[in-house]
């Protein structure tokens, strides 16, 4: 049992230490990008530039907030609330999705996301 | 009783705990914290269960009417897919981990869980054409790690208890 114990703590780890390298994998290989798309079901909606802070609201949907280069949702309608709790996105290809009122905010550029996809 | 009616009267059993664990959780929303993909999945447990008290077949048949009853009950199709793609690799690597013999059920259920969120987000992100969704592999591997951790502990709680009478 003891042994066992053991090779499970060494298996538990092992997964872990792989998700973190991962998580910096991605860190690293992604850009900060420079201006976020919003799209109003799958239309661009607007373009906003992750440099200045603005605030922007969707057809009454949502509000989109840029602050200190990140942008995050506030305000939305939707019932689950999933967008308002997702942190502020600032790395190309991150992406915001409020899938009940079809808003996507999406940061431009060319995401290294996929590179282990 | 007979061996067989033991068996499949813990096989039912199993099957129904499963269910009700996993309407439990949905009940629970403390359980999940409003990101889709992280949760306790406390129904893995029975199938946990099922796989060292029965066997792998009947292991398998709990996972698939877990995945059937919930989809039929409170869920979507693309739900199902995501539910069947996490199920059947979860179950996979549980069974090779459990064959190994180098395990511990806390063991082999951490690594289901981390093997159910990799096929869950791997079609989530072919079915919506979206590979960034990868970017959340992190996070959830090691969710579902520490969530099918906690369950092997639960299990090997309950089943210290549970000693059979008769051997099987």
């Known amino acids: ?117 | 009783m007979s061996d067989k009616t033991r068996r499949i009267a813990l096989l039912g059993l199993l099957t129904a705990l499963c269910f009700g664990l996993s309407y439990l959780e949905l009940m629970l929303p403390a359980l999940s914290v409003g990101v889709p993909g992280i949760k306790a999945g406390l129904a893995n447990i029975c199938v946990v269960a099922a796989l060292y008290l029965l066997g792998p077949w009947e292991a398998a048949a709990v996972n698939l009417a877990r995945i059937l009853l919930n989809w039929l009950l409170f869920g979507s199709f693309t739900g199902l897919l995501y539910s069947l793609a996490g199920g059947a690799l979860s179950f996979g690597v549980m069974i090779v981990l459990k064959k190994s013999g180098a395990f511990s059920p806390v063991g082999v259920s951490a690594a289901g869980g981390a093997a159910h969120n990799i096929g869950q987000l791997g079609v989530a992100a072919l079915m919506t054409g979206t590979p960034a969704l990868m970017l959340y592999l992190p996070v959830l591997l090691t969710f579902g790690t520490a969530a099918g951790a906690l369950n092997g502990l639960i299990f090997t709680a309950v089943q210290k208890r549970i000693k059979p009478r008769r051997k099987e």
């Open chain 1, 1 to 117: 049992m003891n042994k066992l114990f053991r090779h499970d703590l060494a298996l538990i780890l092992a997964i872990v230490l792989t998700a973190l390298a991962l998580g910096a994998a991605s860190t690293l290989l992604t850009k900060e990008g420079e201006t976020v798309e919003v799209r109003l079901r799958g239309e661009l909606y607007a373009e906003l530039p992750l440099s200045r802070d603005a605030e922007l609201d969707v057809d009454g949907l949502c509000t989109v907030v840029v602050k200190d280069g990140g942008a995050y949702v506030r305000n939305s309608s939707c019932r689950n609330k999933i967008c308002q709790r997702h942190p502020p996105i600032s790395r190309a290809g991150e992406t915001i999705a409020c899938l009940p009122n079809g808003v996507t905010v999406r940061v431009a550029g060319e995401g290294g996301a996929d590179f282990y996809v």
